[in-house]
């Protein structure tokens, strides 16, 4: 038995860790713009109704290949924490004696196969975007540092010695 608590635990402390490692870091911060009431003035708005209904509009912007890394980072975060629910509360319920012991490591076991599973698609998703940006971030440096030469063009001014 204290075997199994054992791996229990392991399991949950191994999710946790993939958890901690999949939070965003903190030090960016993003500005969003101004809104639009305070750039256009409120009179003009309620005098034309159509363009109050237009600033009301707010479009979807689509998501850029950071803000998918940033999702299949979350997604990770999540699926750690609800498996580590669902473990306890599978736990609860065979200290409760409301299932056998029996069950209670089918369903752990189950449970655990299930989150790494998931666990493991969203990793290599991740992986697999990370290195497609990484790769395209390379193509752009290595474009832009064939862009700029480093051979300098020499052209004489008119008229002087040099250029007759």
Known sequence: MKSRNFLV?????????????AQPSKGKTRVDA?????IVPSASTQSNPVLSDLMAF???MPLGPG???KGYEIAMSLLADKTASDLSVIV????????TREQAEYLLWQRYQVAMMQYQVLSAL???????MDESAQQARTALKTAHSD??????????SSAR
């Open 9 to 21: 635990g392991t399991v949950m402390l191994g999710l946790l860790w993939h958890t901690a490692a």
């Open 34 to 38: 101004p809104a639009m009431e305070s």
């Open 58 to 60: 707010k479009p979807e």
């Open 67 to 69: 803000d998918v890394l």
């Open 92 to 99: 609860q319920y065979q200290q409760d004696d409301q299932i």
């Open 126 to 132: 991740h992986d697999v975007l990370k290195h497609d």
């Open 151 to 160: 051979s300098v063009l020499e052209v004489p001014f008119p008229g002087s």
